[in-house]
C-alpha cells in the first residue's frame, strides 16, 4: 500500500491541503474534545460554575503547566477501581452489544444477501427501503416500540387474539425489550456495508464452484462468506460500538436492573454533577473500544500485506 | 427524562437562536412541563408588550447541568429548593431587586419561613408552588388486594412487606428520585430525615432494597398515566401530579378512582422557587415577569390549573374549591406539622445517597 501513496513527484500544496482535510478533522472533532475530557477527568469535582477545578490552566503558560504535571492527580480512576458499579456496567454493556451485534448479524446477512442477489432493477428500491426508516426521528421510533412491547401492546394484544400465549408477556422493562430496540435501530448499519460486499462479490467464482461440483452450501461457506469477511466486520463495529454506549435505548426500554454504561455515566453527569468521575469513566470508555480496534485493525493490515 | 429532555435541548437551541434576532423585549423562561396555565403567558404579553420564550424540563438534574455548565439563555428558571440551595452556592442566580417585587407582599410568610434553610432571606428567590410527596392509589385495586381497612393513609402500604407484596400483581411505580425516597424511608424508620450518616442512609437502602422485588419502575412522570388508565395500583408521586391522575381517570370514567394521601408519619415538603440567573440577558423583564406571577389572581389561576398549592397568601381567597378546600392540596395544621423539609446533601453525602439508590435500582 505505502509504496503506491508515495509518488516520486514533489506534493503540490493542493495535494497536501486534501491529505491534510481528513487529519484537520480529526484533530478539531475528535482529538480535541478528548482532550477537554481527559483534562476534566483530572480534575476535582467542586460546587462552582463550572462544577469543576481544574488540574492545570493553559493560560497560566508552559511553566506552569509543567509544575503541575507532576502533582496531577488519578484519583477519579482509581475511584472507578474502588467501586465493582463501574466494571460491571461496562461488562454488561459489552455483553449487551455482543448479543445484540450477534443477533443483528443473523437477521442483517439474510437481508443483505437476499438484496444483493435480487434483480439489478430493484436492488435501488431495497436500499431505499433499509433507508427509509431514518426519515423519522430515531427517538420517535424507540419510542414506538413502547407501544408495541407492553403489557397491553400491540404485539401482546396480536398474540393473546392469535391464541398463542393466553398471559400478556412482560417484554417492556427488561433486557429482552433492549435488544430488540438495538437490533431495530442499528440494523441499516450492518446491512450497507455488507450489502455492498456482497454486490460486488465476483459471480463467475460461484459459477466455477458449481461446475467443479460444488454444492451450493458449501460454495457459500467456501467463498461467500469469507469474501464478505470485511463487509462483515465493518458492519459488526458500526453496530457494536455505539451499542456499547447507548443510553437511550437502555433508559426507554429497559428496567430499572438494566445495568449500562452510558446510564451509569448519566446519574454521575447529572444526580452526582461530579464532571471528573464521568469524564474518566468516558475516558476509560473509549479506551476499552479504541484498543481492540487499533489491535485488530493492525491484525488485519499485516494479514493483508501477507497475502498480498 | 432522555425523551424530553433531549426535545428540550433541541428546543433550547432553537431559542438561542430565536433571542439573537428578537429586537421586542423578551424574557426566557425554563420551567416544568405541564406546569402552568398558557393563558397566563399570554396575558403577561399582551399586558406588559414583553415576549415570552417559555421553555421546559422534566428534572431538576437536567436544569442544573444546563445552570452549571452556564450561558444557558434563560431569564427565569425554576428549579426546587433543595438544588436552588447548592446553585446559589455555586454562584448561578442573581440576587432579586425587591424595589422591582412590589407583590412580594402578597407572599405566604409561613412558607417564605420554611424556604429559609435553602434560601436565606429569600433573597434569590420566589415560591411558585409548593406541594408535599406521598402515596397516590387506585382505591378499587387496593381494597381488592387489601381489603376494607387498607393502611392508605400511612407509609405501611408501601413499606410493610406483607401489604406491598399483595399490590404486586396490580403494578406500584416509585419516583425516580433518591434525594426523597431515602428521607422518605429514613422518617418511616423513625430516624431523621435529614440524617447525612452513612449508616442511616444505608439503614433507609436497604428498607427500599426489601420493597424492590414489588416495584415495577422508578420514573418521575411515567406514573400520572399509569395511574389514571388503572395500569398501577400505587405510586409514591408528587401531590399536584397524583391530582391529574385523579382528574383525568374521572374525565375518562373509566371506572378508575385515584386518590392522593399524606401518610400519617409525615411526608416530605418541596417548593419549586423562580430565580434569575446571573448571567441572564433581560433583567428588567425577568423581574416584570415574577412581579406578575406574584399577582394573586395571576397565582390563584396557575394553581387552579395544575392542582399544587402556591406560596401566595393573597391568592387563596381567589382559589377554586376543589383547590384550596382540598387536604391534599392544602393540608391541614396538623398534617403541616409532621411535614418535614429536607436540606440538600453535602457532595460526599450526596454520592452515597444515588449510590445507595442505583443499587436499589438496579439490585447492584
New interface residues.
Given amino acids: 500500500m505505502k509504496e503506491n501513496i508515495a509518488a516520486p513527484k514533489r506534493r503540490s500544496l493542493g495535494a497536501w491541503a486534501l491529505i491534510a482535510a481528513p487529519y484537520l478533522w480529526l484533530l478539531i472533532l475528535f482529538l480535541v474534545p478528548f482532550l477537554i475530557v481527559f483534562k476534566i477527568s483530572l480534575s476535582q ?1 467542586a ?5 469543576y477545578i481544574p488540574a492545570f490552566d493553559l493560560a497560566e503558560g508552559w511553566q506552569a503547566f509543567r509544575d503541575n504535571l507532576s502533582e496531577l492527580s488519578f484519583e477519579n480512576y482509581i475511584w472507578l477501581t474502588e ?3 463501574y466494571w ?1 456496567s461496562y461488562l454488561s454493556s459489552v455483553t449487551i452489544a455482543g448479543i445484540s451485534t450477534l443477533l443483528t448479524l443473523l437477521i442483517g446477512y439474510p437481508i443483505a444477501y437476499g438484496m444483493a442477489r435480487s434483480p439489478r432493477s430493484i436492488r435501488p428500491t431495497l436500499l431505499m427501503l433499509v433507508i427509509l426508516p431514518f426519515w423519522t426521528s430515531f ?1 420517535i421510533r424507540v ?1 414506538a416500540w413502547i407501544g408495541i412491547l407492553k ?2 401492546g400491540l404485539l401482546n394484544q396480536l398474540l393473546l387474539a392469535l391464541g398463542i400465549i393466553s398471559e400478556p408477556m412482560v417484554i417492556l ?1 427488561t433486557n429482552i425489550a433492549v435488544y430488540i430496540g438495538i437490533v431495530y435501530s442499528y440494523l441499516p448499519f450492518l446491512v450497507l456495508p455488507l450489502y455492498a460486499s456482497l454486490e460486488r462479490l465476483d459471480g463467475s467464482l460461484l459459477e466455477a464452484a458449481e461446475d467443479l461440483g460444488c454444492p451450493p452450501w458449501k460454495a457459500f461457506w467456501k467463498i461467500t462468506l469469507p469474501l464478505s469477511l470485511p463487509g462483515m466486520i465493518a458492519g459488526c463495529f458500526l453496530v457494536f460500538i455505539p451499542a456499547v454506549g447507548e ?2 435505548i437502555p ?2 426500554l429497559g ?5 449500562m454504561i452510558g446510564k ?1 455515566l448519566w ?1 454521575e ?6 464532571w471528573p468521575v464521568s469524564s474518566a469513566v468516558a475516558v476509560i470508555l473509549l479506551m476499552i473500544l479504541v484498543i481492540p480496534i487499533v489491535l485488530f485493525q493492525n491484525q488485519q493490515q499485516k494479514m493483508s500485506e501477507r497475502d498480498g | ?3 424530553k429532555s ?2 428540550t435541548g433541541v428546543a433550547a437551541l432553537s431559542l438561542m437562536s430565536g433571542v439573537a434576532f428578537a429586537q421586542d423585549r423578551t424574557v426566557n423562561v425554563f420551567n416544568w412541563s405541564d406546569y402552568i396555565d398558557e393563558s397566563i403567558l399570554e396575558d403577561f404579553t399582551k399586558e406588559t408588550g414583553i415576549k415570552v420564550v417559555y421553555d421546559v424540563f422534566d ?1 431538576n ?2 436544569l ?2 444546563k ?4 450561558s444557558t439563555g434563560y431569564d427565569v428558571v425554576v428549579p426546587t429548593a433543595d438544588f436552588l440551595s ?1 446553585q446559589i ?4 442566580f442573581s440576587k432579586l431587586d425587591r424595589s422591582k417585587l412590589p407583590n412580594l407582599s402578597n407572599m405566604w410568610k409561613d412558607v417564605e419561613e420554611r424556604v429559609e434553610i435553602y434560601d436565606p432571606g429569600n433573597a434569590y428567590s420566589i415560591n411558585y408552588m409548593w406541594g408535599t410527596t406521598g402515596l397516590g392509589y387506585n382505591v378499587e385495586k387496593v381494597k381488592a388486594a387489601l381489603g376494607d381497612d387498607a393502611p392508605v393513609d400511612s407509609w405501611d402500604l408501601l413499606f410493610k412487606p406483607e401489604n406491598i407484596e399483595k399490590l404486586n400483581d396490580c403494578g406500584v411505580y416509585i419516583l425516580d428520585a ?1 434525594t426523597e425516597l431515602i428521607p422518605a424511608a429514613l422518617n418511616y424508620l423513625g430516624i431523621d430525615p435529614n440524617s447525612e450518616s452513612k449508616g442511616d442512609i444505608e439503614k433507609a437502602g436497604e428498607l427500599l432494597k426489601s420493597i424492590r422485588p414489588y ?4 420514573h418521575s412522570s411515567e406514573y400520572i398515566n399509569a395511574l389514571a388508565n388503572g ?1 398501577i395500583c400505587l405510586a409514591v408521586g408528587w401531590s399536584g401530579d397524583v391530582l391529574q391522575a385523579r382528574d383525568r381517570a374521572a374525565e375518562a370514567d373509566n371506572g378508575v378512582t385515584v386518590e392522593y394521601a399524606i401518610p400519617k408519619e409525615g411526608a416530605l415538603m418541596w417548593f419549586d422557587q423562580m430565580a434569575i440567573p446571573a448571567d441572564a440577558k433581560n433583567m428588567d423583564e425577568a423581574h416584570e415577569f415574577l412581579d406578575y406571577i406574584m399577582r394573586p389572581d395571576v397565582m390563584a389561576k396557575a394553581s387552579n390549573y395544575v392542582y399544587f398549592a402556591n406560596g401566595n397568601k393573597a391568592s387563596q381567597k381567589l382559589l377554586n374549591e376543589d383547590v384550596i378546600g382540598d387536604p391534599a392540596i392544602y393540608p391541614d395544621e396538623e398534617t403541616v406539622k409532621k411535614l418535614y423539609t429536607k436540606a440538600p446533601y453535602g ?1 460526599k453525602i ?2 452515597i445517597v ?2 445507595t ?3 436499589v ?4
Fill in positions: 469535582v460546587i462552582a460554575i463550572p462544577p467501586d465493582d458499579l460491571k427517538l419510542y403489557n397491553e422493562n443510553f437511550v433508559d426507554l428496567g430499572s436492573d438494566t445495568l451509569t446519574v453527569f447529572f444526580s452526582n454533577r461530579d | 427524562m432522555s425523551l433531549m426535545l428534572s438534574e437536567v442544573e447541568t445552570l452549571l455548565a452556564g447548592r452556592q455555586a454562584g448561578v433518591p416495584v415495577q419502575k422508578y395500569d457532595p450526596n454520592r444515588t449510590r439508590w442505583t443499587s435500582k438496579s439490585g447492584q
